[in-house]
């Protein structure tokens, strides 16, 4: 089952509208990316007036793979929200320029909110390399602390008051010509991570995880559960006492990219379950799109769109002659696919809201590992998609019928009932919306290179 290369998402890259051929996004090494990190040379933490603890120290939140697509908009949501962000990003499938649209964006926020500027410290590093440790070593105090008995002992104490980590490789088709890049970077660079995390004491954690660790059970034709895929036994009791045990279980995980997500997850889930001082919490994203309406921030890789939503703006743009339709026989109420598109933007909320969510935790002294889907919760048919962006850029799109793809499934759609009652979630945005912003990055982007021809 493959739903991400079953057109699950969006990306416009400069390449596919410029004259230059799109390229596969580089699998990098820590040695080959990593610039080095000057510890002297380092933004200070230590600025004053802006977010901070009982102390006035700047508290921030470290984002991993923060000028990404969903990075890049999660750092935009959580500086508009008043976080002071720490950016780290090796550039290996983004641009440095995207930091300059978040800036912008989010001061013309504060200007008209009347709020001061948070912080913004950025990176440039590969987060698996040596530098890592020495970053966080630069927002970390060592301070005196009395344990319970009473003796005094020195300990690491983080101005980072919470993780979430988007670095991750993401092409299904690349996972399997590379399956040890993705499982160097993906897995054994999480393992890495976690540990220098734990030595600075830095535990509320989120995971950017997806909807293909669910396997098989997307053939299933029914919203998506969390408890679908479980990474250790659950109890339930139901409203007449009666008490049942799910057992955890993965099925049909069929490309090494959704294996790196099920098994990063499954080392989270091990590693709350052993130090309840961790906070940790898994969003399985189903197909973020859209992006910010200002046209000025959305999704810009160094790599060749394959999903739905990029796949027909270069159709919309005269980069392709036609869109491939895979499958027309769907058990659907247009016989094409169903999935759940949800804007980049509810997705970015969605992380704010976990981190809240595990900040109340560590009020309540509460740990452990918890799942939780983003989407809609509402399925859209890929034709109804094509008419979406139609709609927006008042074109029409030229369809290739084809027939189906090995692993592809009719229907992919999330239940979001436990986000909605735990975090107090919900998606804002229509597919209308997420269309209509699409083409107006698209539009934006087509009027900066005059070149092109629409």
């Known amino acids: 089952m493959n ?66 697509y969903i990075g890049s908009h999660t750092t935009l949501e959580l500086l508009r929200a008043g976080h002071n962000v720490i950016i780290v990003d090796n550039l290996s499938n983004s641009y440095q320029t995207v930091l300059d649209s978040i800036k912008t964006l989010a001061a013309k926020h504060c200007k008209a909110a009347g709020t001061r500027m948070p912080l913004v410290h950025f990176h440039k590093l590969d987060y698996r390399s040596r530098s890592m440790r020495f970053l966080l070593e630069s927002y970390t105090d060592l301070v005196m602390t009395i344990d319970a ?44 991570l976690l540990e220098q995390l734990d030595k600075y004491n830095i535990r509320n954690f989120i995971f950017s995880s997806s909807a293909t660790v669910y396997g098989a059970k997307a053939n299933e034709g029914k919203p998506l559960r969390e408890d679908d895929l479980l990474h250790h036994a659950e109890e339930r009791v139901d409203a007449e006492g009666n008490r049942t045990v799910t057992q955890p279980s993965a099925v049909g995980l069929s490309c090494p990219y959704a294996r790196t997500k099920y098994f990063g997850e499954s080392i989270l889930a091990d ?44 159709v919309l ?36 809201s976990a981190l809240g969510w595990n900040a109340d935790r560590s009020l309540r002294d509460e740990g452990g590992f918890r799942a939780f889907n983003l989407g809609s919760g509402t399925g859209t048919t890929v034709l109804e998609a094509v008419r979406s962006l139609e709609a927006a850029a008042k074109r029409t799109v030229s369809l290739n019928w084809t027939g189906r793809r090995d692993g592809d499934v009719g229907v992919c759609v999330a239940s979001t009932e436990r ?23 698209v539009e934006r982007t087509l009027r900066l290179q005059p070149a092109v021809k629409a």
């Open 149 to 192: 008995s009473g003796e005094q002992r020195m300990t690491y104490q983080s101005r980072i008051a919470g993780v979430i980590h988007f670095a991750a490789y993401k092409s299904v088709g690349n996972s399997i010509k590379e399956p040890l890049a993705y499982y160097q970077n993906n897995v054994c660079g999480l393992v890495t």
């Open 317 to 352: 743009t005269g980069m392709r002659p036609k869109l491939d339709v895979f499958g027309s026989d769907w058990s659907t109420r247009d016989g094409t696919a169903v999935r759940d598109f949800i804007h980049v933007l509810d997705v970015a909320r969605g992380h704010i």
């Open 419 to 441: 986000a909605n009652k735990e975090l107090g979630w919900s998606p804002r945005e229509s597919v209308a919306q997420c269309a209509s912003d699409l083409w107006n990055f």
């Open 271 to 314: 590693v709350a379950a052993s130090d309840p001082a961790w906070r940790i919490v898994a969003l399985r994203y189903f197909n973020p799109v859209g992006c910010d309406p200002s046209g000025l921030l959305g999704e810009n890789p160094r790599g060749e769109a394959t999903n739905l939503y990029p796949v027909l703006t270069q």
């Open 3 to 68: 739903m991400e290369r079953s057109y699950s998402g969006s990306s416009l890259s400069s390449s596919s509208l410029g004259d230059s051929p799109a390229s596969t996004s580089p699998l990098t090494s820590p040695e080959l990316s990593d610039d080095g990190f000057d510890l002297d040379g380092a933004p200070s933490p230590l600025d004053e007036g802006y977010v901070s603890d009982s102390t006035g120290t700047p508290r921030f939140t470290l984002v991993i793979g923060g000028l990404g």
